[in-house]
């Protein structure tokens, strides 16, 4: 085998290491009490809280249902293959994006895929984002 076949072979070998490393499992990262201020630092109501949530989950792709406690259930299909489910819950003050289920994501034991909490610090921002509209 030539220098040039083994140094080819190398790196494959690294490369193929380096993408299974980057998609190791991740702790969970759940947000919780998050504060609901607009952005002029007044106070909102529930129902603002509960609207901007669904309107920021709908803009970025996720559908939403509410559970039997009033809590909005968050679900996100990526490419057909990924989906995650986050409970929502929420008052005047604070909101809480906490893990519900997921597939596809190698979840176990409270790690799970290094994308999943990408996706939800997304989520988490265009909440943010549509707080401070109000």
């Known amino acids: 085998m030539s220098i040039k076949a083994l140094i080819a072979i190398f790196v494959s070998v690294i490369m193929l290491a380096s993408a299974v490393h ?6 969970i990262i759940n947000h ?3 504060p609901t201020l607009s952005a002029v630092g007044k ?3 529930s129902e603002q ?3 901007a949530i669904v309107m920021a989950a709908t803009a970025k792709g996720w559908t939403t249902t509410l559970d ?6 968050a679900t996100l299909i990526v490419r057909n293959k990924h989906t995650i ?8 003050d604070k909101f809480s994006v906490l893990y519900r289920d997921s ?4 979840y176990n034991n409270g790690v799970i895929h290094p994308h999943y909490n990408s996706w ?3 989520l988490v921002t265009a909440i943010r984002s549509e707080l401070g509209r109000v």
Do not use: D, F, H
């Open 68 to 73: 039997q406690n009033g809590a909005i259930i």
């Open 32 to 34: 919780e009490n998050l």
């Open 49 to 51: 809280v509960k609207k």
């Open 120 to 122: 939800v610090q997304t």
């Open 43 to 45: 106070a909102v109501s």
């Open 103 to 106: 597939s596809n994501m190698n």
């Open 85 to 92: 489910i986050v409970t929502i819950s929420y008052a005047e």
């Open 22 to 27: 980057a998609r190791s499992s991740v702790p």
